[in-house]
Protein backbone atom coordinates (compact mmCIF):
# COMPACT_ATOMS: atom_id res chain seq x y z
CA UNK A 1 0.00 0.00 0.00
CA UNK A 2 1.60 3.51 -1.18
CA UNK A 3 1.41 6.21 1.50
CA UNK A 4 -1.09 9.13 0.44
CA UNK A 5 -2.30 12.32 1.86
CA UNK A 6 -5.85 10.35 2.16
CA UNK A 7 -4.41 7.51 3.27
CA UNK A 8 -2.93 9.15 6.04
CA UNK A 9 -6.01 10.98 7.06
CA UNK A 10 -8.44 7.57 6.70
CA UNK A 11 -5.35 5.96 9.28
CA UNK A 12 -4.79 9.10 11.61
CA UNK A 13 -7.29 11.87 11.39
CA UNK A 14 -9.17 10.53 14.32
CA UNK A 15 -6.51 10.11 16.67
CA UNK A 16 -4.41 13.28 16.06
CA UNK A 17 -7.81 15.01 16.76
CA UNK A 18 -8.46 13.56 20.28
CA UNK A 19 -4.12 14.04 20.79
CA UNK A 20 -5.02 18.01 19.47
CA UNK A 21 -8.01 18.06 21.52
CA UNK A 22 -6.28 16.92 24.44
CA UNK A 23 -3.71 19.61 24.42
CA UNK A 24 -5.58 22.44 22.69
CA UNK A 25 -9.18 23.10 24.94
CA UNK A 26 -10.74 25.58 21.79
CA UNK A 27 -12.69 23.64 19.46
CA UNK A 28 -12.11 25.40 16.37
CA UNK A 29 -8.42 26.29 17.18
CA UNK A 30 -7.76 22.32 17.38
CA UNK A 31 -9.81 21.61 13.85
CA UNK A 32 -7.97 24.32 12.47
CA UNK A 33 -4.26 22.78 14.00
CA UNK A 34 -5.75 19.66 12.41
CA UNK A 35 -6.21 21.18 8.98
CA UNK A 36 -2.77 22.12 9.33
CA UNK A 37 -0.78 19.34 10.13
CA UNK A 38 -2.54 17.65 7.04
CA UNK A 39 -1.44 21.25 4.52
CA UNK A 40 1.97 20.29 6.40
CA UNK A 41 1.74 16.13 6.08
CA UNK A 42 0.74 16.62 1.92
CA UNK A 43 3.16 19.40 1.32
CA UNK A 44 5.97 17.18 2.97
CA UNK A 45 5.34 13.73 2.29
CA UNK A 46 7.74 13.75 0.10
CA UNK A 47 10.36 14.32 2.60
CA UNK A 48 9.40 10.86 4.50
CA UNK A 49 12.31 8.67 3.77
CA UNK A 50 11.45 5.64 6.11
CA UNK A 51 7.36 4.64 5.69
CA UNK A 52 8.22 2.71 8.91
CA UNK A 53 8.57 5.85 10.87
CA UNK A 54 5.22 7.43 9.54
CA UNK A 55 3.49 7.45 12.94
CA UNK A 56 6.30 9.09 14.52
CA UNK A 57 6.83 11.37 11.57
CA UNK A 58 3.00 12.41 11.59
CA UNK A 59 3.26 13.09 15.62
CA UNK A 60 5.85 15.36 15.39
CA UNK A 61 4.30 17.39 12.67
CA UNK A 62 1.74 17.41 15.21
CA UNK A 63 3.17 18.30 18.47
CA UNK A 64 5.35 21.14 16.19
CA UNK A 65 2.11 22.77 15.21
CA UNK A 66 0.33 22.75 18.83
CA UNK A 67 3.59 24.32 20.00
CA UNK A 68 3.15 26.97 17.21
CA UNK A 69 -0.20 27.38 18.13
CA UNK A 70 1.39 28.23 21.71
CA UNK A 71 3.67 30.20 20.61
CA UNK A 72 1.66 32.45 19.11
CA UNK A 73 -1.06 32.45 21.37
CA UNK A 74 0.93 33.74 24.00
CA UNK A 75 4.51 34.66 25.84
CA UNK A 76 6.34 31.43 27.34
CA UNK A 77 3.82 30.81 30.68
CA UNK A 78 5.86 32.34 33.51
CA UNK A 79 7.15 30.43 36.89
CA UNK A 80 4.41 30.29 39.84
CA UNK A 81 6.24 32.69 42.35
CA UNK A 82 6.19 29.89 44.49
CA UNK A 83 8.19 26.77 42.82
CA UNK A 84 7.37 24.34 46.31
CA UNK A 85 3.56 24.38 44.83
CA UNK A 86 5.37 22.81 41.49
CA UNK A 87 7.33 20.43 43.54
CA UNK A 88 4.69 19.40 45.69
CA UNK A 89 1.80 19.21 43.30
CA UNK A 90 0.96 15.31 43.18
CA UNK A 91 -0.25 15.68 39.61
CA UNK A 92 2.70 17.23 38.39
CA UNK A 93 5.12 15.56 41.00
CA UNK A 94 6.15 12.78 38.45
CA UNK A 95 6.36 15.07 35.25
CA UNK A 96 7.43 18.71 35.44
CA UNK A 97 8.94 18.39 39.21
CA UNK A 98 11.16 15.78 38.08
CA UNK A 99 12.38 18.12 35.49
CA UNK A 100 12.69 20.76 38.17
CA UNK A 101 15.44 19.69 40.70
CA UNK A 102 17.89 18.87 37.58
CA UNK A 103 17.91 22.12 36.07
CA UNK A 104 17.93 23.91 39.56
CA UNK A 105 21.26 21.85 39.60
CA UNK A 106 22.41 23.56 36.15
CA UNK A 107 21.99 27.19 37.83
CA UNK A 108 25.36 28.42 39.23
CA UNK A 109 26.03 27.79 43.03
CA UNK A 110 25.25 31.20 44.36
CA UNK A 111 21.60 31.28 42.13
CA UNK A 112 21.08 27.19 42.71
CA UNK A 113 21.57 27.88 46.22
CA UNK A 114 19.12 31.02 46.86
CA UNK A 115 16.65 28.66 45.33
CA UNK A 116 16.97 25.86 47.37
CA UNK A 117 16.77 27.69 50.43
CA UNK A 118 13.92 30.35 49.86
CA UNK A 119 11.98 28.63 47.17
CA UNK A 120 11.99 25.42 48.01
CA UNK A 121 13.60 25.18 51.28
CA UNK A 122 12.21 27.07 54.56
CA UNK A 123 14.19 30.42 54.63
CA UNK A 124 12.20 33.64 53.81
CA UNK A 125 14.46 36.03 51.53
CA UNK A 126 14.93 37.73 54.06
CA UNK A 127 16.63 35.16 56.01
CA UNK A 128 18.70 33.92 53.91
CA UNK A 129 19.98 37.65 53.50
CA UNK A 130 20.61 37.36 57.08
CA UNK A 131 22.26 34.35 56.77
CA UNK A 132 24.49 35.15 54.22
CA UNK A 133 24.92 38.77 55.23
CA UNK A 134 24.04 40.28 51.89
CA UNK A 135 21.29 43.13 51.35
CA UNK A 136 17.68 41.51 51.37
CA UNK A 137 17.65 43.91 47.74
CA UNK A 138 20.49 41.83 46.48
CA UNK A 139 18.86 38.66 47.78
CA UNK A 140 15.69 39.48 45.91
CA UNK A 141 17.88 40.02 42.96
CA UNK A 142 19.63 37.20 43.25
CA UNK A 143 16.16 34.97 43.76
CA UNK A 144 14.81 36.57 40.39
CA UNK A 145 17.54 36.13 38.34
CA UNK A 146 17.84 32.13 39.36
CA UNK A 147 14.05 31.94 38.57
CA UNK A 148 14.95 33.71 35.08
CA UNK A 149 17.77 31.45 34.46
CA UNK A 150 15.15 28.39 35.39
CA UNK A 151 12.74 29.87 33.13
CA UNK A 152 14.99 29.83 30.62
CA UNK A 153 15.97 26.25 30.75
CA UNK A 154 11.99 25.10 31.31
CA UNK A 155 11.60 26.93 27.95
CA UNK A 156 14.14 25.21 25.92
CA UNK A 157 12.56 22.15 27.18
CA UNK A 158 9.06 21.92 27.23
CA UNK A 159 6.30 24.50 26.29
CA UNK A 160 3.79 24.96 29.42
CA UNK A 161 0.02 25.57 29.45
CA UNK A 162 -1.38 27.49 31.82
CA UNK A 163 -5.02 28.69 32.82
CA UNK A 164 -5.99 32.59 33.19
CA UNK A 165 -4.62 32.48 36.03
CA UNK A 166 -1.21 31.14 35.23
CA UNK A 167 -1.75 27.76 36.53
CA UNK A 168 -0.26 25.01 35.33
CA UNK A 169 -2.78 22.94 33.39
CA UNK A 170 0.00 21.09 30.75
CA UNK A 171 2.92 20.49 29.27
CA UNK A 172 4.64 19.62 25.90
CA UNK A 173 7.96 18.61 25.87
CA UNK A 174 9.78 19.41 22.55
CA UNK A 175 13.40 18.22 23.33
CA UNK A 176 14.83 14.86 24.90
CA UNK A 177 15.41 16.29 28.43
CA UNK A 178 13.78 13.85 30.36
CA UNK A 179 10.39 15.28 31.25
CA UNK A 180 8.67 12.63 30.04
Not at 100 to 112: Q, S, T, V
Request: aromatic share 8%.
Amino acid sequence: MTTTTENIWAQFHKELHRFINKRIKDADAANDILQDIFIKIHLKLNTLTDAEKLTAWVYQIARNSILDYYKKQKPQAEFTENLKEIVDDEAFKTELSTCLIPMIEELPADYKDAIMQTELGDLSQKEYAEKLGISYSGTKSRVQRARQQLHDLFNQCCTIETDKYGNIIDHICHKDCGCE
